[in-house]
């Protein structure tokens, strides 16, 4: 971070869609905070910057930079802490591949991901990567739990402009397939460490000779702590994949994986290569050894073996033949013949599988075709909430979007809660054998016997984040008085835990019969009928389900959900404004690059801004930034009430166009207030400025789109191409520089 006093706002760089916008937007931030002498600091936590912050001893003085991750990090656990949170990539490995590719290509002397680490160099090396590979940023900021829920205004907002919903039909032959046993949901055994428990613990491997190999040491588990542990079976898995897609070809649907290869990043992008491996099963069986030695490694994806292999003419023709044989494949892009099987990164279930309801139970195959799709999702633990989901809407129609109430979600997640905290206590069993916790006292907690390849999980959540959930829960039920249900099952070891809180602490605060407690699959079907009543529910949910939820309702109910609002009370007392609930829009970016359009939505950052804004005001005593806030708020109001968010298509409104009407209508309502003298002042020729040159920005900001635009790189773009592109308005520039 360059600024020498601690800057009042962290406003994150980041990557894609997101970051493309902030070249437009934070110079409008920026000018507008700065009359109140508030000041935004831009830590850098994008792939490439955090690429870079690895590697110093490789880099020059002008290229190296500080490790802002890290002290973002260490901040979260401050009152001090006011970040507004934009969403960054978590990099698979082919996207961590062409970072560091492009890097180099640009002058740093990276190291080369080391695919298959041999010397001590290249094993250090590639810890270093891995560090950096998935889901490596936002579970180190979210220190507190998550409350993402709609503002009024964006629900209104939706209501009365319903985006487009594709029809269900009961008919429908799209459904959700998944293990019909030995997955994390039937192994999974859990408990609540005792104060006797407490203290560090290990996992070990126990081979069949009885050889020990300890795969984590010095694990603390403080009393408190739900522990759990559980396997997914190799073998059942390949049998399970085998099956689904000789079962697709037989309904004559579109086979479709749907996995969270980023923030499961030990644990699905292995399953994910089980897919590939079962897709291509012949090949594997045949050229098994030859594409090895190419380097093939099929938890990369089809992509990455297809560039391997397409030297050899046998292999390419092999492959050939089994395609021809198999079902359609789910599409990421018809055109340039990139399958839900090329990279584990294209298809996100969270994102994915709501698109998949959103357009009415379907995708599109190789040909540009729409169709009915089998949603392959191979464990259990919450694979219900979709199937459900789709049982609903066949039964039911789509969801009637000006009518729907709202979930809101409050979700377990601080301190790596649950299986998204559980990367480095996951491990693929190295041969038959047991695999075991044991505890500081001797005593084994957990213990299963496993296969080779087996994949093993411990997931653990501690006492005081999941207190502090609770607490939360029960005061944004009371600030709303909305139906509120904890989505725990009383049947899955681990959410059995969870409820021995959850019961005592509701009872203890007189409040249990305000709450109700329900397996995912029950909760779905209930909040699904409350919302097509009309009324609104809170989903209390943990980790993974705060994900899935949080993409699949609002975009049901909003379209996208780009536009909630996704606040981190943080435990210490700081504040995380996290914008939408959604990821970084990589199709945005090639739209952008091709013809120079922007359809990213910033109602996001507009509303992480103003709640920002206001936790200065209200929690720093800062009265100026309060203005600011309200004004924000006003500004937001006023793109939803005038509907100047970006159109999809080139030559229409983007981007750049809302961002313009935003600082248009934030100085009218600085101006308008009468709060603070000086800023009305001050904004009073800033509104009449931007209302002045509207004719000429507008006509500026449109003659930019059209032709291809060039912003020097994709992970690591150049700050003056990127400036230059999205900000074409010479007008405005000189109005916000000015
Ligand atoms: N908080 C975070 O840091 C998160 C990061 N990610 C990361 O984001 C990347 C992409 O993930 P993916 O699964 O594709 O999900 P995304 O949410 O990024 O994209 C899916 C689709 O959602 C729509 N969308 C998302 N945000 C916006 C927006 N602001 N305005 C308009 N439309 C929007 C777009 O639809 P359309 O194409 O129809 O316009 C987009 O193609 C991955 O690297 C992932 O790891 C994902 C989730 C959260
Ligand atoms: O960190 C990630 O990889 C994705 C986060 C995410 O999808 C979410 O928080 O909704
Ligand atoms: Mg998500």
């Known amino acids: 971070m360059a600024e020498n006093k601690s800057p009042d706002i962290l406003y994150t760089i980041v990557d894609e869609a997101p970051e493309l916008a902030s070249a437009s937007f934070l110079p409008i931030i920026r000018k507008f905070v700065s009359s109140a002498g508030i000041t935004v600091g831009t830590p850098d936590i994008s792939l490439a910057g955090r690429i870079i912050a690895t590697f110093p001893e490789n880099l020059t003085d002008a290229q190296r930079q500080s490790d802002d991750l890290a002290a973002l990090g260490e901040l979260v656990k401050t009152p001090d802490a006011n970040v507004i949170k934009l969403p960054n990539i978590s990099a698979s490995v082919p996207q961590l591949v062409a970072a560091i590719t492009e890097l180099q290509g640009q002058g740093y002397d990276l190291p080369n991901y080391p695919e298959e680490p041999s010397t001590d160099e290249e094993k250090a090396v590639r810890a270093r990567y891995d560090a950096i590979k998935g889901s490596a940023v936002n579970p180190v900021l979210r220190e507190g739990n998550s409350d993402r829920r709609s503002a009024k205004a964006v629900k209104n907002f939706a209501q009365n402009n319903p985006h487009s919903m594709g029809e269900w039909v009961s008919d429908s032959k799209t459904k959700v397939s998944s293990m019909p046993g030995n997955d994390f949901y039937a192994n999974e055994v859990s408990a609540t460490i005792t104060a006797a428990q407490a203290g560090d613990a290990k996992i070990e491997f126990v081979g069949k000779d009885g050889a020990v190999t300890v795969l984590k040491d010095a694990w603390p588990l403080a009393e408190g702590t739900v522990a759990d542990a559980t396997f997914m079976s190799a073998k059942a898995l390949g049998a399970f994949l085998a099956e689904a897609i000789e079962d697709t070809k037989a309904d004559g649907t579109m086979f479709s994986l749907h996995m969270k290869a980023t923030m499961m990043k030990?644990?699905?992008p292995i399953i994910f290569g089980h897919a590939v491996k079962a897709w291509l099963a012949p090949v594997f069986e045949k050229f098994g050894d030859e594409m090895a030695a190419l380097g093939v490694n099929p938890n990369s994806g089809m992509g990455d073996l297809l560039d391997r292999v397409a030297g050899n003419a046998d292999i390419m023709a092999a492959i050939d033949a089994v395609n021809a044989d198999r079902p359609a494949m789910y599409m990421v892009d018809s055109d340039k013949g990139i399958t839900n099987l090329h990279v584990p990164s294209d298809v996100i279930i969270d994102a994915s599988m709501p698109a998949v309801i959103r357009a009415g139970g379907k995708g599109w195959d190789g040909e540009g075709k729409k169709g009915d799709t089998n949603c392959v999702i191979p464990d259990r633990c919450y694979a219900s909430i979709y199937d459900e989901s789709i049982n609903f809407f066949k039964a039911n129609g789509a969801l009637d979007v000006t009518k729907a109430g709202s979930v809101a979600n409050v979700g377990l997640m601080a301190q790596k809660a649950e299986e998204y905290g559980s990367h480095p206590t996951t491990f693929?069993?190295?041969?038959?054998?047991?695999?075991?916790?044991?505890?500081?006292?001797?005593?084994?907690?957990?213990?299963?016997e496993v296969e080779t390849g087996d994949i093993w999980r411990s997931c653990t959540v501690k006492k005081a984040p999941i207190e502090n959930w609770i607490e939360l829960a029960m005061d944004r039920q009371r600030l709303t008085g909305s139906e509120a249900i904890f989505w725990l099952d009383e049947n899955r070891a681990h959410d059995a835990e969870l409820i021995k809180y959850v019961k005592p602490a509701l009872e203890a605060a007189g409040k249990a019969?305000?709450?109700?407690?329900?397996?995912?699959?029950?909760?779905t079907a209930q909040s699904l009928k409350t919302i097509t009543a009309g009324n609104d529910s809170i989903a209390i949910t943990g980790n993974v389900l705060r994900d899935y939820l949080t993409d699949l309702f609002p975009i049901l109910e909003l379209g996208t959900s780009a536009k909630m609002l996704s606040i981190v009370k943080l435990m210490q007392g700081g504040g995380l404004?996290?914008?939408?609930?959604?990821?970084?829009?990589?199709?945005?970016?090639?739209?952008?690059v091709e013809e120079n359009h922007l359809r990213w939505d910033s109602m996001g950052e507009f509303c992480a801004l103003g709640e920002s804004l206001n936790f200065l005001a209200d929690v720093k005593g800062n009265a100026k930034a309060g203005v600011l806030g309200v004004a924000a708020e006003a500004a937001t109001q006023g793109i939803l009430d005038d509907n100047r968010s970006p159109s999809r298509k080139v030559g229409q409104p983007d981007n750049r166009d809302s961002h313009y009407w935003f600082a248009r209508y934030w100085a009218e309502a600085l101006a308008a207030q009468s709060d603070?003298?000086?800023?009305?002042?001050?904004?009073?020729?800033?509104?009449?400025?931007?209302?002045?040159g509207e004719e000429a920005i507008l006509a500026e900001l449109a003659a930019a789109q059209g032709p291809a635009a060039e912003i020097g790189g994709y992970y690591r773009p150049s700050v003056e191409l990127k400036a230059k592109v999205m900000r074409p308005s010479a007008t405005l520039n000189a109005i916000i520089d000015g």
Do not use: C, W, Y
């Open 428 to 448: 693929e069993a190295p041969a038959d054998g047991t695999i075991r916790v044991v505890l500081a006292n001797g005593e084994t907690l957990h213990s299963h």
């Open 676 to 692: 603070d003298a000086d800023l009305a002042a001050e904004f009073a020729p800033v509104a009449k400025a931007l209302a002045d």
């Open 266 to 268: 030990v644990s699905d």
């Open 513 to 523: 019969d305000l709450f109700q407690i329900m397996a995912p699959r029950e909760a």
């Open 577 to 592: 404004f996290e914008t939408g609930a959604g990821g970084s829009a990589p199709k945005h970016v090639q739209q952008l």
